[in-house]
Structure formats: structure tokens, C-alpha cells
């Protein structure tokens, strides 16, 4: 039979807390709250109380490696260059990819306002699917090079 999940909390919180240090410093108590919420909803479906504090402090590490990761991710999203908008002129859709071809504007409009998968396209279009798949990439690379 399991323990009360608070009385885990108390007899292994606070070297939860110097292992989660650890691993993630400054964010340390960000990292061993959310690694206790994932332990408190996961508690209910262990099938046995053996290795409960092997199986917080593994909870704790894999929540501290997702920390990490995401604060990577979001590190590498705000050093991205920032991509030069187009013009005042344009600021809807149809502004926007006015410069192209028609073909190209159709496979657009089909793909980002009709939203159709490229099976889709390509029935409209009347061409194969990778012929919509290939229209749809050019289009967006000529805008992408038109407005960079």
C-alpha cells in the first residue's frame, strides 16, 4: 500500500531540492515543483511503495533535463535574426503573395487559407501531389527571397 503522497514530500523534499540544484541551479524550486505535480499525478498508478524515493529523484532529473531543454529551445527561438516584414501596403494575405504568379497564389490560397493537404491541392489543381507539394515550396521560397 502507498503512503500519503505529502508525507514523501516531507521525509525526501529537501534533498529533492539540493539534487534538483544540481541539475538546474537558479531554477532549482521551478524544476521541484513542477517534477512534485508530475510525481503527485502520476502517484495514484504505481502499483507498489517500493523505490519511492529512487522514483522521485528520477522524476525530479527527467523534469530537470525538460526544463533544460525547453530553456535551450527558448534561447535558440530569441536568437533567431529577426525576418524583415513586408511592406505597409501588404499587410494581408492576398497583399502579400500579389507579386507571384497566379498558380502560385492558387496554391497558396489552397494550402494557407483552404488549409487542404497537398493530396487536396493537387486535385484542384489538377496535377500530381507532389507537383502541388512543389508549387506550394516555390511559392514560399520566392517570398521568403522577396522580402528577406
Known amino acids: 500500500m502507498l503512503p500519503p503522497f505529502w508525507s514523501l514530500v516531507e521525509a525526501h523534499g529537501d534533498e529533492l531540492l539540493v539534487h534538483a540544484r544540481r541539475l538546474s541551479g537558479e531554477a532549482a524550486e521551478d ?3 513542477d517534477a512534485l505535480l508530475r510525481a503527485l499525478r502520476a502517484y495514484p498508478k ?33 536568437e533567431l535574426p529577426v525576418v ?17 504568379n497566379e498558380t502560385a497564389q492558387t496554391a497558396l490560397r489552397l494550402r494557407f487559407v483552404d488549409d487542404l493537404d497537398y493530396d487536396g491541392i493537387a486535385a484542384r489543381l489538377g496535377c ?6 512543389q ?3 516555390t511559392a514560399v521560397r520566392t517570398l521568403r527571397e522577396s522580402y528577406a
Not at 84 to 100: C, K, R, S, V
Open 84 to 100: 524583415a516584414t513586408y511592406d505597409t501596403d501588404h499587410d494581408d494575405f492576398e497583399g502579400l503573395i500579389a507579386p507571384l
Open 135 to 137: 508549387r506550394v515550396s
Open 31 to 33: 524544476v521541484l515543483q
Open 46 to 78: 504505481l502499483r507498489h511503495a517500493e523505490h519511492l524515493r529512487a522514483w522521485l529523484y528520477r522524476v525530479t532529473t527527467t523534469t530537470a533535463i525538460d526544463h533544460h531543454r525547453r530553456a535551450k529551445r527558448e534561447v535558440v527561438m530569441d
Open 128 to 133: 500530381s501531389s507532389a507537383a502541388a507539394r
